[in-house]
Nanobody, 123 residues
Framework: QVQLVEYGGGEVQSGGSLRLSCVAS????????MAWYRQPPGAPRELVASISTDSSTNYADSMNGRFTISRDNDKNTMYLQMDSLSPADTAVYSC?????????????????WGQGTQVTVSA
């Protein structure tokens, strides 16, 4: 069974920083592309950033260079460094990953989600 668990959420004042972590555990062979999503109150879920296996990254335009996504493949962990936070960044942040459980290199990848972590930015 594969599990993704997020850490690092909480409350911070406007202008502050937070670092989120997402740890993958369980029985799997390889982690493919990973991503952070967020869902603000009353709004649909949106992509924050994604990172491929070679650490190439993609960011949503609205992040404006304030967020940095990274990963440590040896630790099966993905990070999101969030700086210059504003109340508009208040949301539940969720980890997403495509993971192959089969030991066969041509095995299929399946999509997994973490349970989400609340980030609240106060004015």
């Amino acid at each position: 069974q594969v599990q993704l668990v997020e850490y690092g959420g909480g409350e911070v004042q406007s202008g502050g920083s937070l670092r989120l972590s997402c740890v993958a555990s369980g029985n799997f062979a390889r982690i493919g592309t990973m991503a952070w999503y967020r869902q603000p109150p009353g709004a649909p879920r949106e992509l924050v950033a994604s990172i491929s296996t070679d650490s190439s990254t993609n960011y949503a335009d609205s992040m404006n260079g304030r967020f940095t996504i990274s990963r440590d493949n040896d630790k099966n962990t993905m990070y999101l460094q969030m700086d210059s936070l504003s109340p508009a960044d208040t949301a539940v942040y969720s980890c997403n990953a495509w993971i192959r459980t089969s030991r066969l290199s041509n095995g299929n990848y399946a999509q997994y989600w973490g349970q989400g972590t609340q980030v609240t930015v106060s004015a």
